[in-house]
């Protein structure tokens, strides 16, 4: 039952030509075990199936708010167009193929109550064809601060299976938006996230699933290796300060993965060996220096 005085949860699906998981992903939802949430959901002009499915859902359930946009605005604009809608104590966002277990909500909060966070991240485990894996463990469950090192080498938390405070959604909002235009933008918030004095709690846990299909954004390899190597440039005067040895690490990682791209696929970024190569130069004379 709701009772007026328990903290709202709301939960932001941005969906694109989603009609294969939707409903699945939104039904994981409903069956959330904690009762106040509002489920709010951004198509972005959708040329599929998604629109019927996401107007029957809107009908039945009334927690349920679907708006259409006209155009399709590209994705980090839809997650802005989201999140920007949230009203709640608490806001998440989840991909609109991704799935969360029945406490994943309740346990969060649960963890925000005990401890004096601004986000809880949780494990997750991997869904593909219908058989589920788990990962490996990067780190331990424990709270996190000042944790750019931490980023940098493991990139452990998914942005898709964490609860943020609206005091830290407020807070990391650049020109109003939570995300910046990056095709990474999930790895440049956790990148600010951690850059800040913001305190996130992480549960080795696996509340969420996460689908891997062959149309996951993450398949992108090209384009998704330069945008991420463009966001840590884009901090690197504060990494530069905080964690500078893994700085060196991840720039060095950046380009033996474009090189091995080159070896695997035949395709050469010229452009972002060229920015690393100048990179890796400037550091390599700092530290002989």
Same mark, same amino acid.
């Given at each position: 039952? &709701? /009772?007026?005085?328990? *903290?709202?949860?709301? !939960?932001? $699906? ?6 294969? =998981? @939707? ?11 904690? *009762?106040?949430? +509002? ?11 998604? &629109? ?24 980090? %604009? ?7 809608? %949230?009203?709640?104590?608490? !806001? ?13 909500? +309740? &346990? ?8 004096? !966070?601004?986000?809880?991240? /949780?494990?997750?485990?991997? $869904?593909?064809?219908? /058989? #589920?894996? *788990? ?15 931490? $980023?940098?080498? =493991? ?11 609206? %005091?830290?959604?407020?807070?990391? &909002? ?18 600010? @996230?951690?850059?800040?004095?913001? #305190? !996130?709690?992480?549960?080795? +846990? ?41 700085? #060196?690490? /991840? ?12 070896? #695997? ?19 390599? @004379?700092?530290?002989?220096?």
């Amino acid at each position: 039952m &709701k /009772t007026d005085n328990q *903290p709202q949860v709301s !939960v932001c $699906i941005p969906v694109y030509n989603g009609a294969k =998981y @939707i409903a699945e992903t939104i039904q994981s939802v409903l069956a959330q075990t904690y *009762p106040r949430i +509002e489920i709010l959901i951004q198509d972005n002009a959708s040329t599929d199936n998604t &629109k019927s499915i996401l107007n029957e859902f809107a009908t039945k359930y009334s927690q349920i708010h679907v708006e259409q946009n006209e155009q399709n605005c590209g994705m980090t %604009a839809n997650w802005n167009l989201v999140i920007n809608r %949230a009203r709640g104590d608490y !806001v998440m966002l989840l991909s609109a193929d991704d799935l969360l277990m029945p406490q994943f909500i +309740e &346990k969060c909060l649960l963890i925000f109550e005990q401890d004096a !966070v601004d986000a809880v991240v /949780t494990n997750h485990l991997f $869904i593909k064809s219908g /058989t #589920r894996s *788990p990962r490996r463990k990067l780190v331990a469950t424990g709270v996190y601060q000042n944790h750019s090192k931490v $980023i940098l080498l =493991y990139n452990p938390f998914s942005v898709n299976f964490t609860l943020f405070s609206r %005091a830290l959604i407020e807070k990391m &909002k650049v020109q109003g938006n939570l995300f910046r235009s990056f095709m990474t933008c999930d790895y440049d918030l956790c990148l600010r @996230i951690s850059l800040s004095e913001m #305190r !996130v709690a992480y549960c080795e +846990e696996a509340l969420g699933i996460y689908r891997v299909h062959d149309s996951n954004l993450s398949k992108q390899g090209k384009k998704m290796l330069r945008q991420a190597a463009l966001v840590v440039l884009s901090h690197k005067n504060a990494l530069q300060s905080h964690s500078r040895t893994a700085y #060196r690490i /991840t720039l060095l990682r950046f380009m033996l993965r474009a090189l091995f791209q080159l070896l #695997r696929t035949n395709v050469y970024d010229g452009r972002l060996v060229g920015i690393l190569r100048a990179e890796i130069s400037r550091e390599a @004379i700092r530290f002989l220096k």
